[in-house]
C-alpha cells in the first residue's frame, strides 16, 4: 500500500531547515528555524542546566518509569514559575498540570481533550500564527478558525479588530493566545490591552488556551508573564501550555507542560482525570531527564539566579540585535522604515519582505527565512548581521 501514496509536503520550516542543510554556499545564513543562536552562532547548553545535570548523574538511582502526569517537583515549579507562589489560582488548588513532550504535546494533549469533551468546539487562531497550530488541532479533530491579530500596514496589533472578533467568538469555543513573544509577528498586547482581552472572552464564556513557549525573552520573566495573569481571574478557566526548549534550551530534551485552571479543586480533579486518559492514550507517561533539569533548576536558589541571569542574557542579545538590524539598514542608505523591528519582542521578527524578496535573498544569497518574511531574530550573530543586511538592502533597491 505505501508505494501508492504521494510524497506529502514539506514542512514550511523545518524543510525549509533541510534545504539549508544540502546548501553548499559557506557563507549561508539560517534565519528560518526557531532556534536560539549566541553570538558565535552556537546553540549553548545552559550553566546552570550543565550543573544541574552533573547533581543529577551523581544523584540518579532508578530509570523507573514516571507517573502520567510526570514528575511532581517539576510540575510545581511550572505553575510557580507562571503565577508566583501566593496566586489565588495556586493557594486554591484550582490548577493541575502534566508534564509533556514539549509544548507541542501540550498543544497535543489540550487538543485531543477539546475534542473528546468539548465537541463542536472550534479552536480560535490569530492571524498569522505558527505554522503548525492549524496542524495539532484539524489532526485530532478540532476546527479551527483564524481571528484578526496582526496590521501589516502599521507592522502591528491590530487591536480594534482584534476585540471585533473574539467578542463574536460563541460561548464554548476556545481561542489560542500567545503568552510573550507572539510568533510569528513579534507583536504583543499592553498589559492594558490583555485586561480588555480577558474582559471579553470572561463576558461571553469562551475558553482561553495560553501557548507560553517564550517566557522570559521579552520583557522579563514577571513582565512576560503579565498577559497570563490578567486572563487568572477568580473563577476562571483556562488551558496553560508551555515549553523550556527556549528559556532553558532543552530543545532535543522535548520538555513542556499542560496547565489546567478550573474554577474549583473538585472541577480540575475531574479534568486532570481526563487529561490522563488522554496521556495514556497517547505517549503514556513523559521522559524524566528534561523535568528532572528543570525542577534542579528552579528549586535551588543559586542554580535559579544563575538561571535568570543567563535568560537575561539571551533577552539582551535578542534585543540587541534588533536595534543593530535598523540601525545598519538606515546606515545602508535603506529608505524604508524598519524601527518597527526594534520594538517587537522575542525571537521572531515579521519583517516586511515579499515572498519575492525572500526568495531573491534564498536564490542570490542563501539566506533562509520563512516565506511569510518571518525571521529568527536570534538566528543573527556578530559574523552574519553584516552579509545579511547588505544582501537585504541589495534585494530591496533590486
Known sequence: ??????????????????????????????????????????????????????????????????????????????????????????????????????????????????????????LWLSDPTWANHSKVFESAGVATKPYRYYNPETFGLDFDALIEDLAKIPAGDVVLLH??????????????????????????????????????LGDGLERDAAGLRALSRPGCELFVATSYSKNFGLYRERIGALTVVAADTDATAKAMSHLKICVRTNYSNPPAHGAQIVATVLGDPVLRALWDEEVQGMRDRINGMRHRFVDGLESRGVRRDF?????????????????????????????????????????ITDANIDPLIDAIAEVLKG
Open 339 to 379: 524601527s518597527f523591528i526594534a520594538h517587537q519582542r522575542g525571537m521572531f521578527s515579521f519583517s516586511g519582505l515579499t515572498p519575492d524578496q525572500v526568495a531573491a535573498l534564498r536564490e542570490k544569497h542563501s539566506i533562509y527565512i520563512v516565506g511569510s518574511g518571518r525571521i529568527n531574530v536570534a538566528g
Open 179 to 216: 503568552g510573550c513573544c507572539h510568533n510569528p509577528t513579534g507583536v504583543d498586547p499592553s498589559p492594558e490591552q490583555w485586561e480588555k482581552i480577558g474582559d471579553v472572552l470572561q463576558e461571553n464564556g469562551v475558553l482561553p488556551l495560553v501557548d507560553f513557549a517564550y517566557h522570559g
Open 1 to 122: 500500500m505505501f508505494e501508492k501514496m504521494t510524497m506529502a509536503p514539506d514542512d514550511p520550516i523545518l524543510g525549509l531547515n533541510d534545504a539549508f542543510g544540502k546548501d553548499t554556499n559557506p557563507k549561508k545564513i539560517n534565519l528560518g528555524v526557531g532556534v536560539y543562536k549566541d553570538s558565535e552562532g552556537w546553540t549553548p547548553v545552559f550553566n546552570s542546566v550543565k550543573k544541574a545535570e552533573e547533581r543529577l548523574l551523581a544523584d540518579e538511582d532508578t530509570k523507573d518509569y514516571l507517573s502520567i502526569t510526570g514528575l511532581a517537583a517539576y510540575n510545581a515549579a511550572v505553575q510557580e514559575l507562571l503565577w508566583g507562589g501566593a496566586h489565588e489560582i495556586l493557594t486554591n488548588g484550582r490548577a493541575g498540570t502534566v508534564q509533556t513532550p514539549g509544548g507541542t504535546g501540550a498543544l497535543r494533549v489540550a487538543a485531543d481533550f477539546i475534542h473528546q469533551h468539548m465537541p463542536g468546539a472550534t
